[in-house]
């Protein structure tokens, strides 16, 4: 099955940047999905950028303008670029691998987290 290894979480101040990187190991189809969503205690999971194997990219509202992703294709790797980092961007980020043609499955990591001072 696959498996989403992550790194990259950290402390940052205001205004900062950090990166993220997830890599995925085991089978992977061509129609899957990956990015990553954060939660913060008592929230619900919330999309922040997903990326599909032909490069489309989709952003949470409150990251556009923000935050970049890049899907290396033949590596199985995603990369999410964090910039003008916020308080409000503080959460447990996770990566995410989905599939929904054929066979479906959702795939986690165990998450990083990301914290931005004020």
């Known amino acids: 099955q696959v498996q989403l290894v992550e790194a990259g979480g950290g402390l940052v101040q205001t205004g900062g940047a950090l990166s993220l990187f997830c890599a995925a190991s085991?089978?992977?189809?061509?129609?899957?999905?990956m990015g990553w969503y954060r939660q913060t205690p008592g929230n619900q999971r919330e999309l922040v950028a997903t990326?599909?194997?032909?490069?489309?990219?989709i952003y949470g509202d409150s990251v556009k303008g923000r935050f970049t992703i890049s899907r290396n294709i033949y590596k199985n790797t995603v990369t999410l670029y964090m910039n003008s980092l916020k308080p409000e961007d503080t959460a447990v980020y996770y990566c995410?691998?989905?599939?929904?043609?054929?066979?479906?499955?959702?795939?986690w990591g165990q998450g990083t987290q990301v914290t931005v001072s004020s």
């Open positions: 995410n691998a989905r599939n929904d043609v054929k066979v479906s499955y959702s795939v």
């Open positions: 085991g089978r992977i189809f061509s129609t899957t999905i």
């Open positions: 990326i599909s194997n032909d490069g489309e990219a």
